[in-house]
């Protein structure tokens, strides 16, 4: 006599009826919407200024008032909308924009940082979020003497009321 085969079971939702499976669809995107993970890209930030510069602002390579933004942004995508960007350490450092490459000048090492409102992130760009009216400012710099300026206040007070060739103007 031979051994009596296992019965397949049957998934549950086989014998549902469309109704019951419309109503869990349902529930389920409203779920994903109270809990803000959203189905589209976001709102578009606006009022989004980019500055990029070297040597602490005293040499402007591009401004603009109105970068390209689409949806949910980073600044890490900003900035890749907006220039030519090459990455390293899988895409989390920038290399460089529009050609001006970090690592080393006369001996001193060279380096892509940012601020977001004159504060310096604490975090990578890929993972910093892009807000209405954020002014982004990215500058390569040496940071031989210092790795950290955590505040720009005063650039940024200065570049409002100084002369154009002073560097930034906000």
Known sequence: MLPAR??????????????????????????????????????????????????????????????????????????MRNATVSTRYGGGFVESVDGDSGGEAGGQPLDWFYYVNGIEAPKGAAATNVHPGDHIWWDLHDWSQTDSVPAVEEMLNCTNSCDADAGVNW
């Open 6 to 79: 296992p019965r397949a079971s049957r998934p549950r939702w086989r014998g549902a009826s469309p109704r019951a499976l419309g109503s869990l669809v349902a529930l389920g995107f409203a779920a994903a919407l109270i809990t803000g993970c959203g189905l589209g890209p976001g709102p578009v930030p606006e009022g989004v200024h980019l500055t990029v510069t070297r040597d602490f602002g005293t040499r402007v390579l591009s401004q603009t008032s109105a970068p390209k933004v689409q949806g949910a942004e980073t600044v890490m995508s900003l900035l």
